[in-house]
């Protein structure tokens, strides 16, 4: 067998996830240089290399949608292959040198789209060089973890963003509400007594921005929109034709402010965790199709950032490694298909960003995860591939491990057995 | 009219009943906790342990000698993040006249200024071997991460917005002392509640032992969910002071807010201060109580505040003591190797 990098490779007796079909029908794929050449019953070539599913799921490599950190051994142990990292590093993507840099820095293995800075600095006041950041190769622009608290450079910003057709990944919390709170009014926050903000924050939030979209046509992706209040105004929105999307993290369709019970900073995120009725209707959402994409807003943080009391602790939450297996189940509760769960983590976050993935599609980048979405595993905090294992699941019994992942091609992880 | 120089001993004291020690599971049992973190999570007869308990220390400390030597040769550790004044000394004293070795660590003076993280501070600490760790810190939640890290009792002296459980147990206490009781009294508790860890221990504490607690405070400063605390909220100051046997003021923190909150400490005594003629929507006896330090003329009128048969202000640090000193004892058993406490 010939095992040159250029021969073709045929992955075979894998079950293929395509759009069409709820639900994965048995086939191969094959795959030539780094693109997707055929899908479905097809034989491997005399040369072709050949990779046994035994049986797995063949997927689109998922496309994470806001994460800030590379952190390559977490993505490849989730099935990412590619993300959109958010401009909150340190220093800010606020200037085309620095997107540059980013875009190339986990090449070959894992790709990163970086998401340009908004304004300067991230600081909400000036708008930064979004135009020459493109060109550096960002895909998309956005707030960072934060709001931009004035109108009329929100409004210039989107302007300028369906000027250049670009999306704008906005934080939607309304920052006069939310102030220094880190959770949201409610029981818990009393109980603890931490800074709380109420959940309105985040549609008072939405409901100015949408507004601004009607004006100005801007593709406009609401990272998290976490709240039943919230939702209803993206839903209705997207209902009158508005180019709207919407993202959540699993962490927001599981998990309620219960569990910042013991001040566990691992369940501080950004926006916070809300109540149990904006949980139910997030998952609702979900199931409706109001919900467009599911991210890991992966962000590992050591104990430097995490061993604090509450508020003096930062947000986030290691997420790469649990995004798929938390994700298929909501498939398994029969919420939804398995087909739409990749339209959630891959495909749609793929059209976002514009780029050729996220589908098994001819002609798609060969972006190409196996996934034994029975397979049982526990998540454990002090052992994980991510460089902080500060995930809220901890000691969480799930199901659902990316088995190979292929990008543009070429195999980059796998697990025995 | 009593002169405001009466001294607590003639204080209307009624002294309750104490339950018998039979009343109360065998050693251990009676209080099961490692840690004094906060007052939720205890259960009634716990609680009510800890008060039986400090009733000897009120006794001990009214008399000439106030010395008791069960915590000799312990280390007690007050380390105390975020200023005070009558805590420390309470906790220092509680100890003393138990026997312990007292050191008081302030933030001011330690390398906390200089960096350290709170963690490399609870390890430095627990290195040193202390037998019990008093904890005051600003952010809530800090004395339950350092209590998770040390191999001794720790007491929370108070964090952020969280609790402050001795605070609460003395209240229960005093008032114990002057109604005679605690189940079916009205308690009011008014000011500044979303800034204030003692209105949080204090309305699970006192809902937990029978109390019907009624909070009162501008809008601003009210959390939201505080009938999860066993409390129910007022709309207004009158409402919470209606018929209340006991009216607990609480202090404006300015400290902890941030933005506007009020619009300004004048105009907040003239809805929320406590003044003779608000008070006789009371009880006439009602129990007028503040956790210190007070903001005279603001949230409570100095005539109410200095009158003895009204304020049981002073009873309340009389009681800080005694409360403390039980609660040292209770905690250190274990570590002292007390008979059914190991």
Not at chain 1, 372 to 401: H, I, K, Y
Not at chain 2, 137 to 159: E, F, R, W, Y
Request: proline share 7%.
């Amino acid at each position: 067998m010939s095992n040159t990098p250029t021969s073709p490779l045929t992955i075979v007796n894998g079950r293929l996830v395509l759009g069409g079909h709820a639900e994965p029908v048995p086939g191969n794929l094959r795959i030539i240089g780094d693109r997707i050449a055929e899908i479905g019953a097809i034989t491997p070539g005399a040369d072709d290399r050949v990779h046994d599913a035994r049986g797995a799921l063949i997927a689109p490599g998922l496309v994470d949608l806001g994460v800030f950190a590379i952190d390559r051994p977490a993505f490849h142990f989730g099935g990412i292959s590619r993300a959109a990292l958010m401009p909150d590093q340190n220093p800010t993507l606020d200037h085309p040198a620095q997107v540059r840099f980013a875009a190339y820095s986990g090449k070959p293995d894992f790709w990163v789209h970086p998401l340009a800075a908004a304004t300067r600095g991230l600081a909400g006041i000036e708008m930064a060089e979004i135009a020459l950041m493109k060109e550096a190769g960002a895909r998309a622009v956005a707030t960072g973890r934060r709001w931009i608290t004035d109108t009329g450079v929100m409004h210039r910003l989107m302007q300028y963003c369906a000027m250049l057709d670009l999306p704008l990944i906005v934080h939607s919390q309304d920052h006069g509400l939310s102030g220094n709170a880190v959770a949201t009014s409610g029981e818990m926050a009393t109980r603890l007594g931490l800074p709380q903000a109420p959940a309105e924050a985040e549609s008072i939030a939405i409901a100015r921005d949408i507004a601004l979209v009607r004006m100005t046509q801007a593709r406009v992706h609401f990272r998290q929109v976490t709240t039943r209040a919230g939702l209803a105004l993206v839903r209705a929105a997207k209902a009158e034709g508005l180019p709207l999307t919407v993202g959540i993290t699993p962490a927001h369709l599981l998990l309620s402010d219960v569990a910042l019970g013991g001040f566990r900073t691992f369940a501080r995120l950004s926006p916070p965790l809300r109540s149990e009725d904006d949980r139910q209707a997030a998952l609702a959402a979900v199931g409706d199709g109001t919900i467009d994409v599911i991210a890991s807003g992966h962000d590992p943080r050591g104990p430097e950032d995490k061993r604090l009391p509450f508020a003096d602790s930062q947000p986030g939450m290691a997420g790469a490694e649990t995004l798929l297996p938390l994700s298929l189940g909501l498939v398994r509760d029969g919420l939804i298909s398995t087909e739409r769960l990749f339209e959630l983590v891959a495909a749609n976050p793929a059209r976002i960003l514009g780029v050729e993935a996220g589908a098994l599609r001819p002609g798609f980048e060969a972006d190409i995860v196996l996934v034994d979405p029975d397979r049982p595993w526990q998540v454990d905090s002090g052992r994980m591939a991510a460089s902080a294992g500060n995930t809220p699941f901890d000691r969480l019994p799930v199901q659902g491990r990316c088995v190979a992942l292929f990008k543009g091609g070429r195999l980059v992880d796998q697990i025995s057995g | 009219m009593t002169s405001p120089e009466t001294s607590p001993e003639t204080s209307p004291e009624l002294r309750p009943t104490r339950r018998p020690a039979s009343d109360y599971p065998p050693g251990r049992a009676a209080f099961p906790h490692r840690h004094l973190l906060g007052i939720a999570g205890l259960q009634p007869w716990e609680i009510e342990y800890l008060l039986d308990e400090a009733e000897q220390w009120v006794d001990l400390n009214r008399q000439a000698s106030k010395h008791d030597d069960r915590l000799a040769g312990l280390t007690l550790i007050n380390a105390f993040f975020e200023n005070s004044t009558r805590t420390l000394l309470s906790f220092e004293i509680a100890g003393k006249r138990l026997g312990a070795d007292v050191v008081n660590m302030h933030a001011a003076q330690s390398s906390v200024k200089k960096g350290e993280t709170l963690i490399d501070t609870a390890v430095t600490l627990n290195a040193m071997r202390a037998d019990a760790i008093v904890i005051r810190h600003g952010s809530s939640g800090a004395v339950q991460l350092i209590a998770d890290k040390v191999g001794c009792p720790v007491l929370n002296a108070g964090d952020g917005t969280h609790e402050h459980p001795t605070q609460a147990l003395l209240d229960a206490l005093t008032i114990r002392r002057r109604k005679g009781k605690i189940a079916g009294l009205r308690v009011a508790i008014c000011g500044d509640i979303l800034h204030s860890r003692v209105a949080r221990s204090n309305m699970i504490c006192l809902s937990t032992l029978g109390a019907e607690v009624y909070v009162a405070g501008p809008p601003a400063l009210m959390p939201p969910a505080v009938e999860a605390m066993g409390a129910t909220p007022c709309k207004d100051f009158a409402a919470a002071l209606d018929g209340a046997d006991v009216v607990m003021m609480l202090r404006l923190q300015h400290e902890r807010m941030q933005g506007q909150f009020i619009p300004s400490p004048r105009e907040f005594r003239h809805l929320y201060g406590l003044t003779d003629a608000r008070l006789a929507q009371a009880q006439p006896d009602a129990l007028v109580m503040h956790p210190g330090p007070m903001n005279r003329g603001i949230e409570i009128d100095s005539l109410i505040a200095d009158n003895p048969k009204r304020s049981a202000i002073t009873d309340q640090v009389e009681m800080g003591v005694a409360m403390r000193m039980a609660c040292l004892d209770v905690l250190t058993r274990r570590g002292r190797g007390v008979a059914g406490w190991a």
